[in-house]
């Protein structure tokens, strides 16, 4: 099954503590994407790959990391995370290493950050 | 810098009735693309539509269509006879030259029986 595979779902943590969410998709889709869902803001970009080895600030990069050694993967990372870096986060991949192609979104992973 | 806007923050309808919800956007590019994308309570994402920005014509899907006018920067949703199932909040997006996503803010959409 064609998907977007994003882990943890759920993570209660404290500021401070380094934490990684993973994602993974089987798909062979070149561009790859992180999202943040906030009430009343809808969902920001944070970092976006376009292919291995290339990734690029989203609108809003402060805090986070990425790497995008493999195909498939792209972790993001959370060095010393922070109380608002609470969020919803989502992973999402497309076909070709451009944002004009409609993304497959994982199921999302919520972050509390205390 | 490219901005989406969805004034309406929630809606509520009664079934059967028709809705369009509202997508603004602003960018100086003269190449983008305008998504729509629905999240259900569930909570997940799917893909409803893609545009580019050369391409004005309308289009429908069933019971969906979508009216992009680039004179005034915007590409509105119509739901018609919305059914119980269309609750969800629905997202409109813009991609730019640079492969860049901005998402608006969403609406709610509620649909009682």
């Known amino acids: 099954e064609a998907q977007v595979t994003q882990n943890p779902r759920y993570l209660i943590t404290v500021t401070g503590k380094k934490l990684t969410v993973t994602c993974s998709q089987n798909m062979n889709h070149e561009y790859m994407s992180w999202y943040r869902q906030d009430p009343g803001l809808g969902l920001r970009q944070i970092y976006y790959s376009m292919n291995v080895e290339v990734t690029d600030k989203g609108d809003v990069p402060e805090g986070y990391k990425v790497s995008r050694k493999e195909k498939r993967n792209f972790p993001l990372i959370l060095e010393s995370p922070s109380p608002n870096q609470t969020s919803l986060y989502f992973c999402?991949?497309?076909?070709?290493?451009?944002?004009?192609?409609?993304?497959?979104f994982g199921d999302g992973t919520r972050l509390s950050i205390l | 810098a490219q901005k989406v806007t969805q004034a309406q923050t929630e809606i509520s309808v009664v079934e059967k009735e028709d809705v369009t919800l509202d997508c603004v956007y602003e960018?100086?590019?003269?190449?983008?693309?305008l998504f729509w994308y629905k999240q259900p309570p569930s909570g997940e994402l799917v893909f409803l539509i893609r545009r580019n920005s050369f391409d004005e014509q309308n289009e429908i899907s069933g019971r969906y269509s979508w009216n992009f006018q680039k004179s005034t920067s915007s590409f509105n949703f119509t739901i018609t006879a919305s059914q119980v199932v269309d609750s969800a909040v629905y997202f409109c997006?813009?991609?730019?030259?640079?492969?860049?996503?901005?998402f608006g803010s969403g609406t709610k959409l509620n649909v009682k029986p």
């Open positions: 999402a991949s497309s076909l070709q290493g451009y944002s004009n192609q409609p993304q497959h």
């Open positions: 997006a813009l991609s730019d030259n640079f492969n860049k996503f901005y």
């Open positions: 960018t100086r590019d003269t190449t983008y693309y």
